[in-house]
């Protein structure tokens, strides 16, 4: 149970998906005090997905920019959000309840919600220049002006944003090989059925792709990188982008008293343990998952927005219902649009329903050990998505999602 303070001064920290819907979902669900967003990047708010996506293959103009701005300027000033950019959070301190940032002011906070999200995995190769990374809208521009020069790409990392950045490289015309160590990296989000015809939909595409294979060193300068697998083999190439995962930004809480742990560990409604009045969202917690027996930390968009809705009620409202995750995750690879409810338990099994090949759409019911119904990932068959949702919610068995979808065929 959390209690409603809808008068009392919010401190967010982290400004993008999580924080900023937070400080609009506290104005329109009528929370009456202070808002203070602050945020480690300079200028407005924005989305990340489309940095791998459409973005990424845009002119680059500036209103093709403003398209991913998550809140006008104009709309922060209507509802009162302060907005601190350009300013990271370089401490905490939750007995006085005051978060400093790097410019050297304090600001307190009578509740504070912590939405630092998360930073691209350090890559363990760095030969000086050519060698990107992509979190952060910058990072998106300059790997942009690195795929306009059409020269040979390696992406290191084969999971949804490597993949997404390879079909990118395609869209421009560079040569582009895509690396990972595991043999099938979507495996795990999607399964091995849906990875299967991924990889396939990349080779069709010219993407080629060395799976199984580490990257043991990258040389170089850009224009002129010489990338060495495991295998032996050398790739030459002009840019190599590195996606190995993200890590969450808590560097910033370091004795602070919160309980870090792979994020910020929360309880189930989202309050940060070890401080009163704190909570944790998006891509940086880690809570007590409902339908699973650990805790998890999310790293995808329509988590951020539900955690912050949730988090705006508890504050502006209070709230006595835990917080419960819809699970749900997309991609867009080429024009497929890859869509995953629910988990996938790697000791369970699957039934497949539609023939990608045949029909162009497929769903994939996942089984856990226990042979219950834990998740459903779908291509390019948003009926079926919607359907196996209500019916993955309602606790249907395995059995009856698999013969609903076939009726949908
Ligand atoms: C390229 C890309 C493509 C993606 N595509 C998809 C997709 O197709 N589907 C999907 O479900 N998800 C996707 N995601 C994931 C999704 O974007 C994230 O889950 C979402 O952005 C999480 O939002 P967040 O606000 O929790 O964290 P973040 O987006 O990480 O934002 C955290 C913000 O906090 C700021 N910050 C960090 N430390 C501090 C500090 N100390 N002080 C102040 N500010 C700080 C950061 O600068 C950042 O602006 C993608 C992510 C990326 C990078």
């Not at 999580?18 to 200028?43: D, F, K, P, Y």
């Not at 489309?50 to 093709?64: E, I, V």
């Not at 959000?81 to 906070?109: F, H, M, P, Q, W």
């Not at 630092?116 to 998106?140: E, F, I, K, N």
């Amino acid at each position: 149970m959390t209690d409603a303070t809808p008068d009392r001064h919010v401190v967010i920290v982290g400004a993008s998906l999580a924080g900023t819907r937070t400080a609009q979902g506290l104005r329109t669900l009528g929370h009456t005090g202070r808002v203070t967003l602050i945020g480690a990047e300079s200028g407005l708010p924005y989305d990340r997905p489309p940095l791998s996506k459409a973005l990424l293959t845009s002119d680059w103009t500036p209103s093709a920019i403003d398209e991913v701005r998550l809140v006008a300027a104009t709309e922060l000033e209507d509802l009162a959000i302060e907005y601190r950019s350009g300013t990271a959070a370089i401490g905490l301190d939750t007995a006085a309840k005051l978060v400093r940032l790097a410019d050297g002011s304090e600001v307190g906070y009578d509740v504070l919600v912590i939405a630092t999200g998360a930073a691209a995995r350090p890559s363990p190769w760095d030969p000086g220049s050519g060698v990107h990374q992509l979190r952060t809208l910058d990072d998106a521009r300059m790997i942009a002006g690195r795929l306009a020069l059409k020269e040979p790409v390696v992406v290191v990392g084969g999971g949804f944003i490597g993949t997404e950045i390879a079909a990118a490289a395609v869209h421009y015309g560079c040569p582009v090989v895509v690396v990972d160590p595991v043999p099938e990296p979507m495996a795990r989000l999607v399964g091995p059925e849906i990875a299967g015809s991924l990889v396939g939909l990349h080779l069709r595409n010219g993407v080629q792709t060395r799976f199984g294979a580490g990257v043991v060193g990258i040389e170089g300068r850009a224009g002129d990188l010489r990338v060495e697998l495991s295998t032996g083999e050398h790739l030459e190439a002009s840019t190599a982008v590195v996606g190995i995962g993200s890590v969450p930004a808590t560097a910033w809480l370091a004795g602070s008293g919160l309980t870090l742990d792979n994020g910020v560990v929360t309880d189930e409604f989202l309050r940060a343990v070890g401080a009163a009045d704190v909570y944790a969202i998006g891509d940086v917690a880690r809570w007590p998952h409902a339908g699973r027996a650990q805790a998890v930390r999310a790293e995808h968009w329509t988590n951020a927005g539900d955690q912050a809705r949730y988090v705006a009620t508890a504050i502006a409202r209070g709230t006595a219902a835990a917080y419960a995750s819809s699970d749900y995750v997309w991609s867009d690879q080429y024009d497929w649009k890859v869509n995953a409810v629910g988990w996938r338990d790697p000791r369970g099994t699957s039934v497949v329903v539609g023939d990608l090949e045949e029909s162009g759409r497929t769903a994939v019911v996942h089984l856990d050990a226990e042979g219950a119904a834990c998740g459903v990932v779908t291509v390019n068959w948003v009926r079926a998505l919607n359907q196996a949702r209500r019916r993955l919610l309602a606790g249907e068995p395995g059995t009856v999602i698999v013969g609903a979808l076939r009726q949908l065929l």
